[in-house]
Structures are given as structure tokens and as C-alpha cells.
């Protein structure tokens, strides 16, 4: 029998959003996740992403579209451990053929509007989850991706830090990056702008979230 | 991404673990430095006993009684006195042979040689006047047994450096002093020089008489043990080898080669048995030390399968943010050449200095062949990929999403 974890889902996302994708455990949230970040894909079904129909596509192509058109972080900040903040930020161009030069000038432009001019040069394992976190926001931001997409990127980390991120967050989505974020943290939900309530693998609710919390 | 980056990021992650990665490069130094050592072992005992060989006179032919056993038919077993004196005198006088310039029958058996209170067991030959130029027999004193010794049977004897060493203590002033070989008494009138070699091989340890004195008063026999033949050049050792062939076959009244009751055979042939029997030696000690190469082998696979799993979601992380199958792929097979790659290196410096210390111990040349060198490196890059190769397609199927869960 086929487990059944996400089904008749119709979704927009438009440029500029942000947008926070809620639900309990089992309710098919990262299942979804998956699929917005290409990892995965939809049995049917089809999922177009900035004008690219993500379907069919062998393991190298999924590959290719989320090294140009996906920012991922992680709840477990996946840095790469005993590596500076700046190799890690600068991972993602290097499988994307960009210039040595060009990857450091980047590089360090992104972590300085994640405010980590002053800890490139640690590794991974000098810097606080916080700062752990906003270095997988630069590395999530170099390629300049159509979307931005956090797996509970708060998760691991105190509410201090946590509202920090949303700055950055809300602060990043002011320039025009569109950010999809996923939560079970009403918290930090009431930061996006758009908030989609996922039930049983179905869209429970899509609401404009009013009450935007700014920080 | 570049090569020269995933090579410094395969040595960062190889530096994390030292003591892992030390021991699995073991495995690869040691089968490395085992093949190497063995192999130029088995290189340089063969050209000692090629040049050894070699020292006993070009362009000669030996003619052995006795058949060949090529093709599973052998001689009668009595087929061991079948060369006589008549016939090295035919091969020397026949008009149908016009490629040989010298021939020298000899008759050698061992004997008890005594001087004074001294004796030792040693190889006595009985020869004629040419066989110190067939041989390529020169003397530090004294003079060979010439024409009419043989003529006459004279008893007279010309000692080997060896014997001289086991008899006189190495005293050489005994030119006229006798000695007794099988209780007669020969007069000592030369000495050879010193042609070296050890063993089997030892070409000082041995006494020269007159070839009738030893076939008629030491032995009592009619034949002889072999007949050397000095071609007239290199060039036509094989025309010789068949002129005498066919004269030697119609003088014993044999019709087929192939049923022939001598053997004859050129150093050439005489070197590729000895060649072949080395060869086979260093192939014998050779596998043995590939066998701790393949064992050294799977160490590295089962090494690299460790950091895989150790890795996973590293891994995935890298599939995540656009790394793709390839990259992974080139990633843990740099890793794994790296470990064999250095294994190989520093296998290569222990095998050569193993096989330098054992020269100097053993005193005998100390030769490496640049090409077993190369071969090395070759071998021990081809092992980090081909055992590499499973562990690092495995990493690059893993699933990213998989891969990211995994604790």
C-alpha cells in the first residue's frame, strides 16, 4: 500500500513573498519542503520553480536546479565542520564553476550583510549556533536563488538569536528575495507575511498574516 | 569545482583522522615495499648469474650426452656415455664443419684430492691443451696442460684458486709439489686465476688433468661428460649447432632429431633455462608480496567505506546545495588515491633501502630498474581507484534528503 503524504495541493508562491508553511509532525510539511526544494519529486503532479518545470529530471539536473535556484538552511546549520565561515560560504559557487575571485568577493559581501565581517576567517566551530546560522544564510544567498527555503532555521537555536534571524530574514525579503520558511512555531510564523496551514497532506488554510511581527 | 581544491580538502578531511589514515597507508607501504625489495632481489640475482654465465666464453657451444626431454620422449637411461673422444676428434676434422674454430672434450667426475695432511672432495676435469681458451681459462702461474701431457698421459695437475685455499692454506709457491688424487700422484705444474662464483656456480673449485690420464688411469671410462665447441663467431652459433648436430646424429646412426642421445646447447639457451628458473622465483616472490598489495587494498576500501558513512550527511549537504554525482565521485577517489598514492611513495623508499641494506649485507650489486619504480606509482594509484571506486560510488548514489537525516 502507497503512503499517501501529500495530495491535491495547489499552490502559488509569486516573487517577493514570504511565506511560512505550518503544520504538526505527519501533516506532509517536509515532504512538501522536499519538493519546493528540489529533492524530490511529486509522483504527479507538477512543480514549476521561476519558470522551470522541475519534473523528470535525473539526479544531476535536480542537482543543477537547487545549486541556482534554491537557498537552503537547515535546522542543523550543515555548515561543513572544521571549515571557515568562508569556504563554507563559498561551497555552493564552487560547484557552479564561479571564478575563484569572483567566489571571495561574494562571499564576502554575503557575510557582511549577515553581519559576520569579523569571523570569516573562523571555522565552523568557533562561531555560536546564531552565527552558524547567518553564515548558512550567506552560503544560502551567494548564488542569488529564486527562492530562499528554511527548515526550521530557528529550531536549534535560543529565541534571542532566533528573532535575529527573522530580522535578517524580513530585512532580505524588503530587498525583493522571496522566502518560504517552514515551521511549527506559531512564534515564528507570525514573522512571514503569508502563512499556509498543511493538514493531513492537504491545504488546511492560506492566510495573509495581518499582524506581521517586525522587528 | 577544481582539482587542486578537492585535493586539499581530501587532505584536511585524511588529516582529521591521523592515526586511521596511518594505518591504512600501512597496508599499501608494506605490500609496495615488499614487491619492490623482492622484485629487484629477484632482478639482481639474475643478472649475477647471467653474468656469471656470460664469464664462461661467448660463442660456446656444449655438447651433453643424453637426450632432450622436449616432447616427452627421453633417451635410454644408459644414453649418458654416448660421447666419445672420436667424436669431439670428428667435429674437429670433418670437412662438413666449417663453423667451429676450437673443440675440447672433457671428462669430469669428482674426486678426494690429497696434499700432505690436508684433502678436500673436488671436481676433477680431465681436458686437452685447448680447453683454458675455450674457457676462457687464464693462469696466475704456471702453465695449462698442453698436447703432449694428453698424448702421453702424464700425470700432471692444474689447481683451482679454491682448492689451492683448501690444500695450501692459499700458499701459491707450489708449482712442481704433488699432490694424490685417488691415490696416485700428480705433479702440480699451474694455478688458475680467480673466475669467482659461489656454489654450484664456483668455477675456482676444481683440478685439471690431462683428459687420458682421467678417462684411462683415474676413472676407467671410454666417454665423455661434454665437449665444448668454440664457434667462429656469434653469428653462426646456430649453423654450428646443426652441423654438429647432424654430424654427431649419423656418427651414433640416429635418424631423427628427435630421438638424438645429445643435447646441444649455445650459453643462449644455457642462459634462458637459468633465466627462466630465476624467472620463475621472482614471479613466485613477487605474487606473494602483491597478495599483502591486495590485502593492503581492501584496508584502503574498508577505510574509505568508514568516511563514507562517517560523511553521510556531509554529503548530503554538498548533493544539497548542487554538487553532483561526478564531484562526489572525484572526491573520495582523490581520497583514497591520496592514501595509496603516499603508501606507494613511501613503500617505494622502504623497499629500496631494504633491498640496499641486504646488498651491503650480501655484498652483491645493488640495482633498481627505473621502470619497476614507475610500475609502483602506476600500481599504487591503480589501487586507490579501483578499491576507491566502490566506497565513492556509494557516496555519490546516497539520497540527499536520506543523507541530511542521517544521525
Do not use: C
Not at chain 1, 1 to 7: D, H, N, P, R, Y
Amino acid at each position: 500500500m502507497e503512503t499517501v503524504a501529500l495530495s491535491d495541493i495547489s499552490l502559488t508562491i509569486y516573487k517577493g513573498e514570504f511565506v511560512a508553511i505550518m503544520g504538526p509532525s505527519g501533516s506532509g510539511k517536509s515532504t512538501l519542503m522536499h519538493i519546493l526544494g528540489a529533492l524530490d519529486q511529486p509522483t504527479s503532479g507538477k512543480y514549476i520553480l521561476d519558470g522551470e518545470t522541475v519534473e523528470k529530471l535525473t539526479e544531476d539536473e535536480l542537482a543543477d536546479i537547487r545549486n541556482r535556484k534554491i537557498g537552503f538552511v537547515f535546522q542543523a546549520y550543515n555548515l561543513l565542520p572544521r571549515t571557515t565561515a568562508l569556504d563554507n560560504v563559498m561551497l555552493p559557487m564552487s560547484y557552479a564553476g564561479v571564478s575563484d575571485q569572483e567566489q571571495k568577493d561574494r562571499a564576502l559581501r554575503f557575510l557582511e550583510l549577515v553581519g559576520l565581517q569579523d569571523r570569516v576567517h573562523h571555522s565552523s566551530n568557533q562561531l555560536s549556533g546564531g552565527q552558524q546560522q547567518r553564515v548558512a544564510i550567506a552560503r544560502a544567498l551567494v548564488m542569488d536563488p529564486a527562492i530562499l527555503l528554511a527548515d526550521e532555521a530557528t529550531g536549534n537555536i535560543s529565541s534571542a538569536q532566533a528573532d535575529e534571524i527573522m530580522g535578517i530574514f524580513q530585512k532580505l525579503n524588503d530587498k525583493g528575495h522571496t522566502i518560504i520558511m517552514i515551521t511549527h512555531e506559531p512564534d515564528i510564523a507570525h514573522f512571514a507575511k503569508r502563512i499556509i496551514y498543511i493538514k493531513d497532506g492537504k491545504i488546511g488554510e492560506d492566510i495573509l498574516n495581518k499582524e506581521q511581527k517586525k522587528i | 569545482m577544481n582539482i587542486f581544491k578537492l585535493i586539499i580538502t581530501s587532505y584536511r578531511n585524511l588529516a582529521v583522522n591521523k592515526l586511521r589514515t596511518g594505518l591504512a597507508v600501512l597496508g599499501i607501504i608494506i605490500g609496495i615495499g615488499s614487491v619492490i625489495a623482492l622484485v629487484s632481489l629477484g632482478q639482481a640475482s639474475q643478472q649475477a648469474v647471467q653474468s656469471q654465465i656470460q664469464s664462461l666464453g661467448s660463442n660456446l657451444l656444449t655438447v651433453s650426452p643424453g637426450s632432450q626431454t622436449s616432447g616427452g620422449v627421453r633417451g635410454a637411461a644408459g644414453g649418458r656415455t654416448t660421447l666419445t673422444y672420436d667424436d669431439a676428434k670428428a667435429i674437429e676434422s670433418s670437412s662438413k664443419i666449417t663453423t667451429v674454430k676450437q673443440v675440447s672434450p672433457v671428462y669430469s667426475s669428482r674426486g678426494q684430492v690429497i696434499a700432505g695432511k690436508s684433502n678436500t672432495n673436488t671436481q676433477i676435469y680431465g681436458v686437452t691443451a685447448n680447453y683454458a681458451s675455450v674457457r676462457q681459462i687464464t693462469l696466475a702461474s704456471g702453465s695449462f696442460i698442453t698436447a703432449r701431457d694428453v698424448a702421453s698421459n702424464t700425470k700432471v695437475a692444474v689447481l683451482g684458486p679454491t682448492v689451492v685455499d683448501d690444500l695450501f692454506d692459499g700458499n701459491t709457491n707450489i708449482i712442481g709439489q704433488e699432490i694424490r688424487i685417488s691415490g696416485q700422484s700428480f705433479k702440480i705444474i699451474g694455478i688458475t686465476s680467480s673466475k669467482g662464483g659461489s656454489g654450484m656456480t664456483n668455477q675456482d673449485d676444481m683440478i685439471f688433468v690431462p683428459l687420458s690420464t682421467a678417462q684411462k688411469q683415474l676413472f676407467g671410462v671410454k666417454y665423455l661428460s661434454s665437449i665444448y665447441l668454440e664457434a667462429k663467431s656469434s653469428d653462426v652459433m646456430i649453423r654450428a649447432q646443426n652441423q654438429v648436430g647432424y654430424l654427431l646424429l649419423s656418427r651414433h646412426k640416429i635418424s631423427s632429431p628427435a630421438s638424438a642421445d645429445f643435447t646441444i646447447m649455445s650459453q643462449q639457451d644455457i642462459l634462458n633455462t637459468v633465466s627462466q628458473v630465476s624467472g620463475t622465483f621472482t614471479a613466485l616472490l613477487s605474487g606473494v608480496a602483491a597478495i599483502s598489495l591486495l590485502v593492503g587494498g581492501i584496508g584502503i576500501m574498508n577505510i574509505m567505506l568508514v568516511t563514507v558513512t562517517e560523511r553521510t550527511r556531509e554529503i548530503g549537504l554538498r548533493k544539497a546545495l548542487g554538487a553532483k554525482k561526478k564531484v562526489i565521485i572525484m572526491q573520495f577517489l582523490i581520497e583514497s588515491v591520496i592514501l595509496t598514492f603516499t603508501g606507494g611513495l613511501i613503500g617505494i623508499i622502504f623497499g629500496v633501502g631494504g633491498f640496499y641494506v641486504y646488498t651491503k649485507i650480501a655484498s652483491s650489486t645493488f640495482v633498481i630498474s627505473l621502470s619497476s619504480v614507475f610500475l609502483a606509482f602506476a600500481v599504487s594509484t591503480g589501487i586507490g581507484i579501483i578499491f576507491g571506486w566502490y566506497p565513492a560510488r556509494k557516496a555519490a548514489s546516497l539520497q540527499p534528503i536520506e543523507a541530511l537525516r542521517y544521525e
